[in-house]
């Protein structure tokens, strides 16, 4: 998902024109999702203390043969798998809806392709 997040965000808006019918390698977008957990991990690891380090840290020490799956599963994967499902879903059905509420086709398109950056413009904002 964190590969896919990144393509939708950053790299179509600045590949494809409006025009242009996107196409997502999802071999490609899955790469990318690797690389980016691994840098997230190294960051979180030497970075300031707070929960996902503290969790981080707890299956780091357990190791493989003693890990609480359940721990696992509910402190780690779930919120971030969440989060990352609100932010690829909330914008899409919103811009699935415009047609709903009146606005044309033409709009909507145009809104597809660019609710990905304004979502995390507004978020960092």
Do not use: N
């Amino acid at each position: 998902l964190f590969g896919l997040l990144y393509e939708m965000i950053l790299l179509l808006p600045l590949r494809v024109p409006l025009h242009h019918t996107p196409v997502l390698l999802l071999w490609q977008d899955w790469g990318l999702g690797v690389l980016f957990v691994k840098i997230l991990y190294a960051g979180t690891l030497t970075g300031p203390d707070w929960h996902f380090k503290r969790v981080l840290e707890q299956v780091f020490q357990a190791g493989v043969m003693q890990m609480d799956v359940w721990f696992v599963t509910i402190k780690l994967v779930l919120p971030v798998v969440v989060t990352q499902l609100h932010l690829l879903c909330i914008p899409y059905t919103l811009c699935s809806a415009l047609p709903l509420l009146g606005f044309s086709e033409d709009f909507a398109h145009v809104c597809h392709r660019r609710i990905y950056p304004g979502t995390v413009l507004v978020l960092l904002i």
